[in-house]
């Protein structure tokens, strides 16, 4: 409560864009005149606004190359251009990017996100199928599904998205990019996030499958004796006793899955797909500084902890030993 008040406090006292422009220089003050009625553009202004603190910043380039820093806190205006005020003007700066703010889906902290949540959905509604094929009487599906785990299982995250992503499209051949309007300007980066999804969700469906097939097979065997005592067939048996019992002892290991899948997600950044670390990566290109990484490094952590916490809380109400 404490920290939404004061980041409340901090917005309404936030100096404005127009505030910070007029501590720019006389130069580039007159650039920005100058510039208004010309269609050559030579200073590029870049301004980052998190509510309670902001970032200006102007830069041009050539033989007398030019870079103002400005950071607005508290009300007021300092000049970032050394010290501690360049670094956290670099730190919002960079932050403001990886976040993908007023930009389109595929960046950032979105891009993160969106990709592991429908990985682990996808991949959890696989799983089941996969788990009970594996524990079947078939010995035919038992043992297609315990190949599929074992495969998947049993080769890198980061080779199985380079066969979805390259080899595939090459045997069958077609382009991920194709499958979508080719005038679409992020064709490209749909066709890489279809890709990444097909891959990510058949490597968290059967490491999924491990864990729900340990979930059903923890119910104790009585269970399923009294349930053919009343009469109830096989799938009536999952459907409404067993599943139901293993879910709550499902979750534990689950939450886990989705943490880890977090961090695998990153991997995009071999098929150049707008995550966090292929941003991070970017603008440490372009700026040479690699200070970059350590937001990077926080914003993983932040969303790490949030659903670390949830999870938590989950586990709590719906733990098995309650």
Same mark, same amino acid.
């Given at each position: 409560?404490?920290?939404?008040?004061?980041?409340?406090?901090?917005?309404?006292?936030? &100096?404005?864009?127009?505030?910070?422009?007029?501590?720019?220089?006389?130069?580039?003050?007159?650039?920005?005149?100058?510039?208004?009625?010309?269609?050559?553009?030579?200073?590029?202004?870049?301004?980052?606004?998190?509510?309670?603190?902001?970032?200006?910043?102007?830069?041009?380039?050539?033989?007398?190359?030019?870079?103002?820093?400005?950071?607005?806190?508290?009300?007021?205006?300092?000049?970032?251009?050394?010290?501690?005020?360049?670094?956290?003007?670099?730190?919002?700066?960079?932050?403001?990017?990886?976040?993908?703010?007023?930009?389109?889906?595929?960046?950032? &902290?979105?891009?993160?996100?969106?990709?592991?949540?429908?990985?682990?959905?996808?991949?959890?509604?696989?799983?089941?199928?996969?788990?009970?094929?594996?524990?079947?009487?078939?010995?035919?599906?038992?043992?297609?599904?315990?190949?599929?785990?074992?495969?998947?299982?049993?080769?890198?995250?980061?080779?199985?998205?380079?066969?979805?992503?390259?080899?595939?499209?090459?045997?069958?051949?077609?382009?991920?990019?194709?499958?979508?309007?080719?005038?679409?300007?992020?064709? &490209?980066?749909?066709?890489?996030?279809?890709?990444?999804?097909?891959?990510?969700?058949?490597?968290?469906?059967?490491?999924?499958?491990?864990?729900?097939?340990?979930?059903?097979?923890?119910?104790?065997?009585?269970?399923?004796?009294?349930?053919?005592? $009343?009469?109830?067939?096989?799938?009536?048996?999952?459907?409404?006793?067993?599943?139901?019992?293993?879910?709550?002892?499902?979750?534990?290991?689950?939450?886990?899955?989705?943490?880890?899948?977090?961090?695998?997600?990153?991997?995009?950044?071999?098929?150049?797909?707008?995550?966090?670390?292929?941003?991070?990566?970017?603008?440490?290109?372009?700026?040479?500084?690699? $200070?970059?990484?350590?937001?990077?490094?926080?914003?993983?952590?932040?969303?790490?902890?949030?659903?670390?916490?949830?999870?938590?809380?989950?586990?709590?109400?719906?733990? &098995?030993?309650?």
């Amino acid at each position: 409560m404490a920290a939404v008040i004061l980041f409340i406090v901090l917005s309404i006292i936030n &100096v404005s864009e127009s505030e910070m422009m007029d501590r720019a220089s006389s130069t580039v003050k007159q650039m920005i005149e100058d510039e208004k009625d010309s269609s050559r553009k030579r200073l590029t202004a870049t301004y980052n606004d998190f509510g309670f603190i902001s970032y200006l910043s102007f830069t041009t380039s050539g033989a007398k190359a030019l870079q103002e820093s400005y950071v607005g806190f508290a009300g007021k205006v300092f000049k970032a251009d050394e010290g501690f005020a360049k670094f956290t003007g670099q730190m919002i700066n960079y932050t403001y990017r990886m976040l993908g703010i007023r930009q389109n889906l595929l960046h950032g &902290v979105k891009l993160t996100m969106m990709l592991t949540t429908l990985s682990i959905l996808i991949g959890f509604v696989f799983s089941v199928f996969l788990a009970l094929g594996k524990i079947s009487d078939n010995k035919f599906v038992s043992r297609i599904c315990s190949g599929y785990i074992f495969f998947f299982r049993g080769t890198p995250l980061l080779i199985q998205l380079f066969v979805v992503y390259f080899s595939i499209p090459g045997i069958f051949g077609f382009s991920w990019r194709g499958l979508f309007d080719m005038a679409d300007p992020e064709a &490209v980066y749909k066709g890489a996030f279809l890709a990444a999804l097909i891959a990510f969700s058949l490597n968290s469906a059967a490491y999924c499958a491990e864990i729900v097939r340990a979930a059903i097979q923890s119910i104790d065997k009585g269970q399923h004796e009294a349930a053919k005592a $009343l009469g109830l067939g096989y799938a009536h048996t999952m459907a409404h006793i067993v599943i139901p019992q293993a879910t709550r002892r499902m979750i534990p290991p689950l939450c886990n899955e989705f943490i880890m899948m977090i961090k695998d997600v990153s991997l995009v950044f071999a098929i150049s797909l707008m995550d966090i670390t292929t941003i991070s990566k970017t603008i440490m290109t372009s700026e040479g500084s690699y $200070l970059v990484f350590l937001p990077a490094l926080v914003i993983y952590l932040i969303v790490t902890a949030i659903f670390t916490w949830l999870f938590g809380k989950v586990e709590e109400r719906l733990s &098995v030993y309650e």
